[in-house]
C-alpha cells in the first residue's frame, strides 16, 4: 500500500513538472501599451491603421485564422505526442519498481492459530514467534521495496530508512504515511466500526484499568478475535454491550432483563437519584416478559389488548376514540381497567373472599 501512494505521488509530482516544463518561454505577445507608449496614442494608431486598411485587413484575417487552425492542430499533436511519451515513462518506472506483492506481507502477519500453553515456556516461545515474524516481515519489505534501507518493529512503534537518488522530485511522507495507514486494515471485526482506549481508575493501590469503548456490537467476531489471540489482551467475562437487542439474540431475554435493569439503574445512578430495584424490575419485566424486546412507551402499550390500560397511560382521547371506532372492548382483567371503574383488582388478596361463618341468631 504504501508502495502504491508513493507511485502515485510520484506520477502526480512529475506530471506537474512536464506541465511546468511545457509552459517555459510561452508568454503574451506586447503591445504597444505594455511598452510604455500612451495607451490613448495606441489606440488611436490601431484605429486609423484600421481605416486605411480596409478590405485588405479582411484578407489578412481570413489568412490568420487559417494559421491558427494549422498551429491548433500541431499544438494537438505535440500534445498526443508528449501523453504517449509520459506513458511510456509510467510503464518503465511501474517495472523498475517490480510488482508490488500483497500476499507476501499479509502472510508474515497472518496470526498464529496454534493454541499456545499459558507456562513461561510458551511465552518465551511466544516471543521468539514474534521476532521471527518482525524479521521475516522486515526481509520481504526491504525485498519488495527497493529504496528501503532499513527496517525496525517493535511493540510501540515501527521505523524504515528510504534512500532516494538525488534528482528525485521532492516527497512529503507524512502525507503518504497518514493515507497508507488510512486505508490499511490490519484486522477488523464486523459490525465494529471504531474502538476508543479509556483509563478508568483502579482500587486504591491498584493499577489503572484499561478498558475499549467500540462504536458497534458484534459478540460472536469478539469471541473469534479473543480465541485466535496468542496472548489475552480481552477479558471476554467482562464483554458488555448497551445494544439490548443483540444481547437478546446472543444470550437470551433473561441477559436482556438484566441490561435493561442495568441501563436504567445507570441513568439514574448519574443523577444521583436512588430508585427502588422493584419499579425497575417491573418495567423491565413489561418489555421482555413476551419472550422479545419492546420499548416502555405509547408504541409499546398500544400492543396490549385493554383498552383502558392504554388510555391510563398516555394519549388518553387517541386510544379511546379508536377502541370505539374499531369496537374493542375490556374485559377487566388488568389491574388498570379495574382501577378506571373503581373495581378492586383481580389480583393478590382481591382474587379470592375472605367469609366468615356466624351462628344464625335463635
Known amino acids: ?164 537518488a538525488s534528482d528525485m522530485p521532492k516527497l512529503l511522507l507524512v502525507g503518504i504515511i497518514e493515507r497508507t495507514c488510512r486505508a490499511t486494515v490490519i484486522r477488523e471485526i464486523p459490525g465494529i466500526t471504531d474502538c476508543f482506549q479509556i483509563k478508568e481508575d483502579g482500587k486504591r493501590g491498584e493499577q489503572p484499568v484499561i478498558k475499549l469503548t467500540t462504536n458497534g456490537s458484534n459478540f460472536r467476531g469478539l469471541w473469534e478475535f479473543i480465541a485466535d489471540s496468542e496472548e489475552a489482551i480481552i477479558e471476554d467475562d467482562n464483554v458488555y454491550s448497551n445494544d439490548i437487542y443483540a444481547i437478546l439474540k446472543t444470550y437470551g431475554v433473561e441477559m436482556a432483563r438484566e441490561a435493561i435493569l442495568r441501563e436504567m439503574g445507570g441513568v439514574f445512578g448519574t443523577y444521583k437519584i436512588q430508585v427502588d430495584r422493584r419499579h425497575l424490575e417491573l418495567i423491565a419485566d413489561y418489555m421482555t416478559f413476551e419472550g422479545g424486546y419492546k420499548p416502555f412507551n405509547r408504541k409499546g402499550i398500544s400492543t396490549n389488548s385493554s383498552p383502558l390500560l392504554k388510555a391510563s397511560y398516555e394519549t388518553t382521547a387517541a386510544f379511546l376514540s379508536d377502541a370505539t371506532l374499531h369496537g374493542d372492548f375490556d374485559d377487566l382483567s388488568t389491574p388498570s381497567g379495574n382501577i378506571v371503574l373503581g373495581r378492586p383488582n383481580q389480583t393478590g388478596t382481591g382474587v379470592f373472599d375472605v367469609r366468615m361463618p356466624v351462628e344464625s341468631a335463635r
Open 1 to 164: 500500500m504504501l508502495k502504491k501512494e508513493m507511485a502515485a505521488e510520484m506520477k502526480r509530482l512529475d506530471a506537474d513538472l512536464r506541465s511546468q516544463i511545457a509552459q517555459l518561454g510561452k508568454g503574451k505577445k506586447a503591445t504597444k501599451g505594455d511598452l510604455g507608449e500612451p495607451a490613448a496614442a495606441a489606440d488611436d494608431d490601431n484605429d486609423a491603421d484600421e481605416a486605411a486598411s480596409g478590405p485588405r485587413n479582411r484578407g489578412n484575417d481570413e489568412d490568420s485564422e487559417a494559421g491558427d487552425g494549422n498551429a491548433d492542430d500541431e499544438k494537438r499533436a505535440r500534445q498526443r505526442r508528449e501523453q504517449a511519451t509520459y506513458e511510456d515513462d509510467d510503464d518503465e518506472e511501474e517495472e523498475e519498481m517490480g510488482e508490488y506483492r500483497d500476499e507476501e506481507l499479509e502472510a508474515e502477519f497472518a496470526d498464529d492459530k496454534e493454541e499456545e500453553d499459558s507456562t513461561p515456556k510458551a511465552k518465551n516461545l511466544v516471543s521468539k514467534s514474534f521476532q521471527n515474524r518482525v524479521k521475516n516481515v522486515a526481509n520481504s519489505f526491504q525485498l519488495n521495496f527497493p529504496q528501503a534501507v532499513s527496517f525496525h518493529f517493535n511493540e510501540m512503534q515501527c521505523t524504515f530508512q528510504l534512500d532516494f
